[in-house]
């Protein structure tokens, strides 16, 4: 276990629907990222965050954002959903120094 | 950006054998190459990680190579089973917790 929680585990969207996807990160971790897994493809970063301030990000457009709070949680929000949006999201808590202890990911259906 | 290759896509060995994955990848910066296993509707696991000050590391059965001047790295699964089964993911990063993955290498433990 990575003490990493995720929430919900399973959703179903339609096109054009806003979503929150929330993220627990493990207790001391100070930098916590968001990764998009389309069906059969390796992880996509999309953003990250370190002590609350977003720090680096991905290829992905606005619609995507983020948030981490002073209890180790976050959030990622995506707008104006896409059926290519449908994807399984991870959450990846850590130290700066590059490594990640995964969420079990919130699997997002978009119709 | 980086890019990180895997190879091969898909690896089938008999128990016991020896398994290797293959990845290179582009930028000069990257100094820290995690690989992941991942079982069916589960999260990404760290199976072991390397630095780019370190040419070998070896865990149990588990080993990876890193050849800087070529940036080519490895993965090396000495003696499977059929647990190893699942699909494998190199990384590589420069700093933080901005990962790029490879394309992932399905691996099938024949027993």
């Known amino acids: 276990e990575t003490g990493v929680t995720q929430s919900p585990t399973h959703l179903i969207k339609t096109r054009g629907q806003q979503v929150t996807l929330r993220c627990s990160s493990q207790s001391g971790h100070n930098t916590v990222s968001w990764y998009q897994q389309a069906l059969g493809q390796g992880p996509q970063f999309i953003f990250q965050y370190y002590r609350e301030e977003e720090n680096g990000r991905g290829n992905f457009p606005p619609r995507f954002s983020g948030l981490q709070f002073p209890n180790y949680s976050s959030e990622l929000n995506v707008n104006a959903l896409e059926l290519d949006d449908s994807a399984l999201y991870l959450c990846?808590?850590?130290?700066?120094?590059?490594?990640?202890?995964f969420g079990e990911g919130s699997r997002l259906t978009v119709l | 950006g980086e890019n990180v290759e895997q190879h091969p896509s898909t690896l089938s060995v008999q128990e016991g054998d020896s398994a290797v994955i293959k990845c290179t990848y582009s930028d000069s910066a990257s100094n820290y190459f995690p690989w992941y296993k991942q079982e069916l509707g589960k999260r990404p696991q760290l199976i072991i990680d390397?630095?780019?000050?370190?040419g070998e590391k070896k865990d149990q059965r588990i080993a990876v190579t890193l050849n800087k001047t070529a940036k080519h790295f490895s993965l090396h699964i000495t003696e499977t089973q059929p647990e190893d089964s699942a699909v494998y993911f190199c990384?590589?990063?420069?700093?933080?917790?901005?990962?790029?993955f490879g394309t992932g290498t399905k691996l099938q433990v024949i027993p």
């Open positions: 390397i630095r780019s000050n370190v």
């Open positions: 990846a808590s850590g130290w700066d120094t590059g490594e990640l202890f």
């Open positions: 990384a590589s990063s420069g700093g933080y917790q901005k990962v790029t």
